[in-house]
Every structure is written in C-alpha cells, then in structure tokens.
C-alpha cells in the first residue's frame, strides 16, 4: 500500500467502503428493537437474535446447509483432482470439449437447471429428496473446484515427480507425498468456493427442496415472502459472524495467502 499513489489509496478506500456498507448495514439492523426493518434509534437490542430460537426451522435448515455444502464439494473435489490432472498433463482427442463440457454449468442459468432438474427428478423417484440435492449442486460447484484445482496443476513443476521417481517412488507414493501436497492449496480453496457457492445456492434449490430438505437460503426466501422484520437480518449477522470467525481460523491455522494463492505464509 505504501507503494500506491493518493489517488490509488482513495480509489482502494472507496472499494473497501463500497464492499463493506451493505454488511455493516445489515449488522447494524439486526440489532435494532423495533418490529420493522430500521436501523437502531433507541438502543441496541438482542430481540431478533433471540427470536431465531424461536423458529427451529431455521436452525435444521441451517444443518442440512451444511451438510449439503460439506457432502457435494467434497465429492466434486475428489472428481476434480483427477480431471484436473488429466487436463493438464495430458494431450488427447476431445481435451478441450471436455473441458467445456465441465465448466458448461457456468453457463446454464440456474433457473433452467432447477426446472431441468425437478422434471428429472420426477421421473426417476427423487423429487424432494436429499440425495437429489447433492447431485444438482455437485453439478452446479463442480467448475467452481474444477479450475482452481486445474490452475494448481498447470502450476506444479513436473520436475519434482520425476525426481521422485527416479529415487524409486512408486505411482501411489508419488501422489500422496509429492503431488498432492504441490495442488493441496488448489484443492483445499476449490473445497471452500465449491461449499460456498453450494451453501448460498437458492435459485435451483427452491425448485427441488421439500419442506423436510429445505436449505437455510431458501427458508430465508420463503421467510421474506410473508414477513418483514429484522428477524433475517439477524440471521444474515450471525452467518456474517460465522464466516468472519472461519477466516480468521483458516488464516491462522494455514494462512489465506497460502489457501487463496499459494505463496508462503
């Protein structure tokens, strides 16, 4: 930063403020004690965070989020370090149509794969189920694990392997020891977007959801269509809190430069 000219540092400052505004805003209403969306005038008050208690939809809405984020991007970054590496290492006949095909969920609006999905789902039995919310978003998150582990792959120095190997390293030792801590930093930022996206996913979602598999976004969508109150407001602080605290252990624990970029901590 020291290295940026004035009008540099005002531009950044007015990026940060701009990025920032809406979150404080909704943390600051959430703690408001009237009955309607207002930003606190007479004191501050815990009645909305108190009042997420009172609804327990929202707190097993919140868990199926979470373990439907942790599930589906697991699984696609176990699909996607072998595509990743496949695609970077290797030249064969139709390499890139694959890669298009993967990352053609980018491209499909979500609207059209919520109805695309719901007729499907109709058809074969899964309507409303769980397991049909995992396959819809490992769909939907795949790209997203997909390319930074792929970035990771055209990043590793191949030269490493082939050391290993000329030191008598078997293929499987090669992977464990060798390659997969190089893309690790690829992997471990795909897991984290492909969970968010995952986790935030409400557009395709509110098509297959049931009421017994409903998400924490989409109860917060059907929430908003008959009230208006502070009471979502005091959810979104308390995911904003969340999300702030996870940082803060990844970038203890690990360092978000390491996690995001892979340099050195």
């Not at 540092?9 to 940060?16: E, I, S």
């Not at 920032?20 to 909704?26: H, K, M, S």
């Not at 297959?208 to 976004?217: C, D, N, R, V, Y």
Request: overall charge positive; proline content about 5%.
């Amino acid at each position: 930063m020291r290295n940026n000219g004035p009008l540099a540092l005002v531009f950044h400052t007015l990026f940060v403020v701009f990025m920032l505004a809406p979150l404080v805003i909704v943390c600051i209403v959430a703690f408001t004690p009237q009955g309607y969306l207002s930003l606190p005038t007479q004191g501050l008050s815990l009645r909305w965070f108190k009042a997420i208690l009172a609804y327990p939809e929202f707190l097993r809405a919140f868990y199926t989020s979470l373990w439907l984020a942790a599930l589906s991007s697991g699984i696609v970054i176990a699909l996607a370090v072998p595509a990743a590496l496949a695609i970077a290492r290797y030249r064969f006949v139709g390499r890139e149509a694959i890669t298009a095909l993967f990352m053609s969920p980018l491209m499909v609006p979500h609207v059209v794969l919520g109805i695309a999905f719901l007729r499907f789902f109709t058809q074969i039995g899964l309507s409303g189920s769980f397991t049909g919310l995992v396959l819809s978003h490992c769909l939907i998150i795949f790209p997203f694990a997909l390319r930074l582990v792929l970035a990771a792959s055209y990043g590793m120095d191949r030269r490493i392997e082939q050391a290993a190997i000329s030191l008598g390293a078997g293929a499987l030792t090669v992977f464990r020891r060798v390659t997969l801590p190089l893309i690790l930093p690829g992997i471990v930022s795909g897991w984290l977007l492909a969970a968010i996206n995952s986790f935030d996913e409400v557009t395709m979602t509110v098509f297959i959801a049931s009421p017994a598999t409903s998400t924490l976004p989409v109860r917060m969508f059907l929430y908003l269509q008959d009230n208006i109150d502070p009471l979502i407001a005091a959810i979104s602080a308390c995911l904003i809190a969340l999300t702030a605290a996870l940082l803060f252990v990844f970038d203890r624990l690990y360092g978000l430069d390491r996690l995001f970029a892979g340099a050195a901590k």
